[in-house]
C-alpha cells in the first residue's frame, strides 16, 4: 500500500488547497502537520465552533507558517440564512410518499402532534407548487396549500426526518443573506485579522456590497454560488466579488443534480475570464472522512477541477471531522501535482506545434 505521508520532493502547485479546520485537526501537532504538507487556506466553518477555538487556531497556523516560511491565509466561512427542522420525537417522523404532511413555521401554529415545524432565520412567502427539501433533498415535500404560517404538502419521497436536519427552499428568495450572527461573527473575524471571508447563500450582489460596507478593503470576500438565484445573477454578483466558490453541496441539493457538472465547469471558466479565483468545494474526497485513500471517481473529481481552470479546491469534512486529515491534505497535494504537470506538457505540445 502507498504511504502517503512519506516524504517526496514536492514541486510548486498551481491549484490551491484550502483545508476545514475541526476536532479533527484542531491538536498543534495536526495543525503543524497541515501547514507542514503545504495547507494554503485554513477555513473556519462559523456554522460550528467557539470563538476562542478560532482564535487559537489562527495564532497556532501563523506561527506554524512563519517557521515553515510558507504564506497560510484565513478564511472566516459565514453560517447564513439557516431552515432546519424543530424538535421532533427520539424516533423521528416517518414520511410516506403521497401522504399528506403540515409544516408549520411558527411553534404557535402548530396544531396537531403530527405538524412538522421549521424553525428559519428569515421570513419568506411560500406559493402552491414550491418543494420544501428536507435532510440534504432526501425527503421532498411539495406545498398543495398556504394557510398563514402554515403550509400543506404531499410527499413525494419517503423517509424518515429528524430534528434539527436541514431545510432547502429553492423557490423562495430571502431578504438577504447576512444575519445578525453573520454580523457578530463577522466583526471577531475582521479583530482576528481573518484575510478573507466566504459569504453563504449569496443571491444577488446586494449581498456582497453590505458585507464590504462592512470590512472594506481589509478582508477579500468569497461569494459561494449555492443557491438557483445565484446562478441566474451570476455576472452581477462575480463583478462584485473577490472570487467565488461554488459550493456543490447546498447547491446540488437546491438544482437538479445532473446539472451540476455543466454549473461548476461554466463558472469556473466565466472566472478565468474575469481574471477572479475559482473554489471548488464539497466532497472532493468524502470517502476519506473514513477511509485512509480516496475513490477513483473522487481522484478524476479533482483532477478535473484542476484540468477546468479552478483556483483552488476545499477539504470539508475530510479536514474537519476525518479519520485521515493529513493523508487528504496529502493525496489531493499528489493528484494535483501528476494532473498539473500533465496539463504543463499539454500546453508545450501545443506551443511546439
Same mark, same amino acid.
Given at each position: 500500500m502507498i504511504d502517503l505521508l512519506k516524504k517526496?520532493?514536492?514541486?510548486?502547485? $498551481?491549484?490551491?488547497?484550502?483545508?476545514?479546520?475541526?476536532?479533527?485537526?484542531?491538536?498543534?501537532?495536526?495543525?503543524?502537520?497541515?501547514?507542514?504538507?503545504?495547507?494554503?487556506?485554513?477555513?473556519?466553518?462559523?456554522s460550528h465552533g467557539e470563538l476562542g477555538e478560532f482564535q487559537t487556531w489562527a495564532k497556532q497556523i501563523r506561527q506554524f507558517a512563519r517557521k515553515f516560511k510558507r504564506r497560510v491565509e484565513i478564511i472566516q466561512d459565514l453560517q447564513g440564512p439557516r431552515v432546519r427542522v424543530g424538535k421532533l420525537d427520539h424516533e423521528g417522523r416517518q414520511i410516506a410518499a403521497g401522504s399528506k404532511v403540515a409544516v408549520v413555521f411558527d411553534e404557535k401554529e402548530k396544531t396537531q402532534r403530527s405538524d412538522i415545524l421549521i424553525q428559519n432565520d428569515f421570513d419568506f412567502t411560500l406559493k402552491r407548487g414550491d418543494k420544501i427539501l428536507m435532510d440534504k433533498g432526501l425527503i421532498e415535500l411539495e406545498v398543495k396549500k398556504v394557510e398563514r404560517k402554515r403550509a400543506i404538502c404531499r410527499a413525494l419521497t419517503s423517509g424518515i426526518l429528524f430534528?434539527?436536519?436541514?431545510?432547502?427552499?429553492?423557490?423562495?428568495?430571502?431578504?438577504?443573506?447576512?444575519?445578525?450572527?453573520?454580523?457578530?461573527?463577522l466583526e471577531n473575524g475582521l479583530k482576528m485579522g481573518v484575510e478573507w471571508v466566504a459569504l453563504s447563500f449569496v443571491q444577488r450582489k446586494e449581498d456582497v456590497e453590505k458585507v464590504r460596507d462592512i470590512v472594506g478593503d481589509k478582508v477579500k470576500i468569497i461569494s459561494k454560488i449555492e443557491r438557483p438565484q445565484a446562478i441566474h445573477n451570476f455576472e452581477e454578483i462575480l463583478?462584485?466579488?473577490?472570487?467565488?466558490?461554488?459550493? $456543490?453541496?447546498?447547491?446540488?441539493?437546491?438544482?437538479?443534480?445532473?446539472?451540476?457538472?455543466?454549473?461548476?465547469?461554466?463558472?469556473?471558466?466565466?472566472?478565468?475570464?474575469?481574471?477572479?479565483?475559482?473554489?471548488?468545494?464539497?466532497?472532493m474526497m468524502a470517502s476519506m472522512v473514513v477511509s485512509p485513500r480516496p475513490t477513483?471517481?473522487?481522484?478524476?473529481?479533482?483532477?478535473?477541477?484542476?484540468?477546468?481552470?479552478?483556483?483552488?479546491?476545499?477539504?470539508?469534512?475530510?479536514?474537519?471531522?476525518?479519520?485521515?486529515?493529513?493523508?487528504?491534505?496529502?493525496?489531493?497535494?499528489?493528484?494535483?501535482?501528476?494532473?498539473?504537470?500533465?496539463?504543463?506538457?499539454?500546453?508545450?505540445?501545443?506551443?511546439?506545434?
Open positions: 517526496t520532493p514536492r514541486k510548486r502547485q $498551481r491549484t490551491k488547497i484550502i483545508c476545514t479546520i475541526g476536532p479533527a485537526t484542531s491538536k498543534e501537532a495536526t495543525l503543524k502537520k497541515m501547514v507542514e504538507e503545504g495547507m494554503d487556506y485554513a477555513r473556519f466553518n462559523f430534528s434539527g436536519k436541514g431545510v432547502n427552499l429553492p423557490h423562495v428568495v430571502s431578504d438577504g443573506s447576512l444575519t445578525d450572527k453573520d454580523r457578530a461573527d463583478e462584485v466579488s473577490d472570487a467565488i466558490m461554488i459550493a $456543490r453541496g447546498d447547491l446540488g441539493i437546491e438544482i437538479p443534480f445532473w446539472k451540476l457538472p455543466v454549473i461548476q465547469k461554466r463558472a469556473i471558466r466565466r472566472c478565468r475570464t474575469a481574471g477572479k479565483p475559482s473554489i471548488v468545494a464539497t466532497d477513483r471517481a473522487e481522484i478524476l473529481d479533482v483532477a478535473n477541477a484542476v484540468l477546468d481552470g479552478a483556483s483552488a479546491v476545499m477539504l470539508s469534512d475530510e479536514t474537519a471531522v476525518g479519520k485521515y486529515p493529513v493523508e487528504a491534505l496529502v493525496a489531493m497535494h499528489k493528484i494535483i501535482e501528476e494532473t498539473e504537470e500533465f496539463a504543463r506538457g499539454q500546453e508545450l505540445k501545443s506551443l511546439l506545434g
